[in-house]
């Protein structure tokens, strides 16, 4: 079995200890934060919080992306970095920054944010920290071709496939696990129910909890990550929020049906 954590990606200033007590009680191994420092507080806080809900903070993610080399936005997301070494995160995720809005994304636009992304990754690695490249749709790097250069300009940092967006992009996700597997430190699992693009091409999937609509094939993923030797925290996102459902609590509480669907397929 995998270790299974949560997205807590909408969670906005919740009482955090019975929403993760909450999590805990649905099934989950751990959790994914994307909380500002001052409201999560100290790392001795936070380590006792998690500790009375049995419910690790295993993944913290930036606040904004190693795109930017703005030094204030740095030394923020070296704070960062630091928390999520001394709370004993399993890695720090960053996603892209967007496109430039008045022409197509470069060569040199990808290798400026890859190694943006390495002396971040540099700094990080001084507490045995690793950076985890969460792909995304809709942001910088938004097409296999643009994935694969960017990977290849990439040293330090390393890689959470999310195979909801592997997809979009038209690369299947077995297929893109086996090629980046000697990159690759985290995953991300994420479904859709449907799908359309704007004429732009801006992608506009519709969200629903894993195992909901089944676009994705897990069964496949779960297969992969086993025969590629994967053994690290496999996080699963939630789906559209449900007005006045949208609580933390209610949330934690609903996503047990992604546990069970998981565990029931072998995760």
Request: aromatic share 12%; proline share 6%; with cysteine.
């Amino acid at each position: 079995m995998f270790r299974l954590g949560y997205s807590t990606l909408r969670w906005k200033d919740p009482d955090l200890e019975p929403a993760l007590t909450a999590l805990k009680e649905a099934g989950w191994d751990g959790w994914e934060g994307r909380l500002s420092l001052d409201w999560m507080g100290s790392p001795a806080r936070l380590r006792q919080i998690c500790q009375n809900a049995d419910m690790p903070l295993v993944v913290l993610t930036a606040s904004g992306s190693p795109d930017s080399r703005d030094w204030a936005h740095v030394e923020r997301n070296k704070r960062r970095i630091e928390y999520a070494a001394e709370v004993g995160a399993d890695c720090f995720m960053y996603m892209n920054g967007p496109k430039p809005q008045d022409r197509p994304v470069s060569d040199d636009d990808l290798k400026a944010a890859a190694d943006g992304a390495d002396a971040w990754a540099e700094y990080a690695a001084q507490f045995g920290l690793e950076l985890s490249y969460h792909i995304h749709t809709n942001l910088l790097v938004d097409s296999v071709e643009d994935w694969r250069t960017y990977m290849n300009y990439l040293d330090t940092a390393k890689l959470c496939i999310d195979v909801s967006h592997a997809q979009l992009w038209g690369y299947e996700p077995v297929a893109s696990i086996r090629d980046f597997r000697s990159q690759l430190n985290y995953i991300h699992l994420q479904d859709y129910s449907s799908t359309s693009r704007r004429e732009d091409g801006y992608y506009l999937p519709v969200w629903c909890d894993v195992g909901q609509a089944e676009n994705v094939d897990f069964p496949a993923i779960r297969a992969v990550l086993e025969e590629t030797g994967f053994d690290r925290w496999v996080t699963a996102c939630p789906g559209e929020p449900i007005p006045g459902a949208d609580d933390p609590i209610s949330e934690a509480k609903r996503s047990k049906r992604m546990v069970d669907y998981l565990r029931g397929i072998g995760y």
